[in-house]
């Protein structure tokens, strides 16, 4: 390639569509550089679904070392350390930290920690350098920041998920605010730590977009489990006294609490970026609005992941930078398909979700079938926990394609990922029924079901 520019392609972000667009342009020739002003790996590696989970791992002991019992072992007196588990934490995140920066050394992609801003086109200040740089493409990958609503008299004593990966100490009492992923999943981690837990949404219910038997059946188990989960509330006002914050609800009852946790959604993370130099066209929610190829209004410069909101997921992110990669610099044109997108909620338990929902798929097609079961595991008929597993088939009447398979209970997040292939690749209900089960699993279900479900009679 030639180099009338500084650089073929300058990204800014390296989070997870960064590096791999970084990565897949170094690799077809192109001189990259990219801009990081925190850590290279990005929201998912640093402070989202990676440590995330590691949380949940350590908050599900507590009922693992319950349910031993029932199978002859006897658990001794037990304690558990918040500080360890934080200094593991950021040991395991150091260590990923690493592999990406190594990882992007190694294709040949020049890192600079550094908030990149946009001057013109082909223009980028470096503010910790203060310097400029050109480039011929220039790539958006700043992802998304959490949300607090600025309206809350003292939402300056609230922390989003950021500030929970970091607390110093782990307080006896905590409020999360929201209804969607990393709302129930922070709940579940803190009531599963120990810590008295209020979850506060203020819409009907939780998980909005799921499927309603998603969305109810969890909720069921987050209050089986001894959450405090209240639905149609909300935070008025903030208060700190010493050590501990007061909160007042609309409904004007105040609650004494060691934290306030705000999951309420993130933002495109847009600002500062010098986007209005360039006249670049945003969305009607703040978001960088972008072509099919991940092509701005401004012909040079793309954006890909949670900073264009089409679908905010790390997988999503990766393959939209794979395919701008591979769109500019190896002319092979990819579009990414949006449409059916598997994934996981590490709720507790675990929900895993592929394809439409039961009311999206009547909408769009009309008559559908619906098979579901819910079920005791096995597991608990030792433990004499009432935990429910539950699955579910949405199937097109008329073609018997299957359109969305919704699944509540353990390891769901693994199932969804192989019977995901089989939804992608527009599997029917027959198909469904002609493999073989694998027996004794809760899977296997999924392949057995043959009553359909009839609505009760109103």
């Not at 073929?8 to 390296?14: N, P, Q, R, S």
């Not at 950021?90 to 040949?108: C, F, H, M, T, V």
């Not at 992802?143 to 609503?149: D, S, V």
């Not at 004794?440 to 109103?458: G, R, Y």
Request: glycine residues 10%; hydrophobic residues 40%; contains cysteine.
């Amino acid at each position: 390639m030639t180099h009338a520019y500084d650089y073929d392609l300058f990204v800014i972000g390296a989070g997870s569509g960064g590096v791999r667009a970084s990565r897949i342009a170094a690799s077809h020739g192109a001189k990259v550089g990219v801009a990081e002003e925190y850590r290279v790996g990005g929201t998912c590696v640093i402070r989202g679904c990676v440590p995330k989970k590691l949380f949940v791992y350590a908050s599900s002991f507590g009922e693992e070392f319950e349910d031993a019992e029932g199978f002859g072992w006897t658990v001794g007196e037990r304690s558990f350390s918040w500080e360890k588990l934080i200094a593991n934490k950021d040991k395991e995140i150091d260590r990923l930290n690493g592999i990406y920066i190594r990882n992007l050394q190694n294709s040949g992609v020049e890192i600079i920690q550094s908030r990149a801003v946009l001057k013109d086109a082909h223009t980028l200040h470096l503010v910790a350098e203060d310097r400029y740089v050109t480039a011929d493409k220039i790539l958006i990958a700043t992802g998304g920041t959490p949300y607090l609503p600025a309206d809350v008299p003292g939402i300056e004593h609230a922390i989003s998920s950021n500030e929970a990966f970091h607390l110093p100490s782990l307080p006896k009492r905590g409020i999360v605010v929201g209804g969607g992923y990393i709302a129930v999943e922070f709940a579940g981690i803190f009531h599963g730590l120990g810590v008295e837990t209020i979850l506060l949404y203020r819409g009907e219910k939780i998980l909005r977009g799921f499927d309603e038997d998603l969305r109810d059946g969890l909720s069921e188990e987050l209050l089986r489990k001894g959450l405090d989960l209240r639905v149609r509330s909300d935070i008025v006002s903030i208060e700190k006294q010493g050590e501990t914050l007061i909160v007042t609800l609309t409904d004007g009852s105040k609650i004494e609490t060691g934290f306030v946790m705000y999951a309420t959604g993130r933002a495109p993370n847009v600002e500062g970026l010098g986007l209005e130099a360039l006249g670049i066209a945003l969305t009607d929610n703040g978001a960088i609005a972008v072509d099919p190829y991940s092509q701005t209004n401004v012909p040079n410069v793309y954006a890909v992941g949670d900073v264009t909101d089409r679908a905010a997921l790390t997988p999503i992110a990766i393959r939209e930078g794979q395919a701008f990669a591979e769109t500019v610099f190896n002319n092979n044109p990819i579009a990414v398909d949006h449409s059916i997108i598997a994934t996981a909620v590490f709720s507790q338990p675990e929900l895993g979700t592929v394809g439409l929902p039961e009311h999206e798929a009547r909408s769009k097609y009309g008559e559908v079938d619906i098979y579901k079961t819910s079920f005791r595991a096995m597991k608990h008929t030792m433990t004499g926990r009432q935990e429910k597993t539950f699955m579910k088939l949405v199937v097109d009447a008329k073609s018997q394609r299957v359109l969305g398979v919704h699944l509540m209970g353990p390891s769901s997040g693994e199932i969804i990922q192989a019977v995901g292939i089989a939804v992608t690749m527009g599997a029917t209900k027959t198909q469904f029924d002609q493999t073989v089960a694998v027996h004794p699993t809760a899977s296997e279900e999924l392949v057995t079901l043959k009553q359909k479900w009839v609505p009760p009679a109103s």
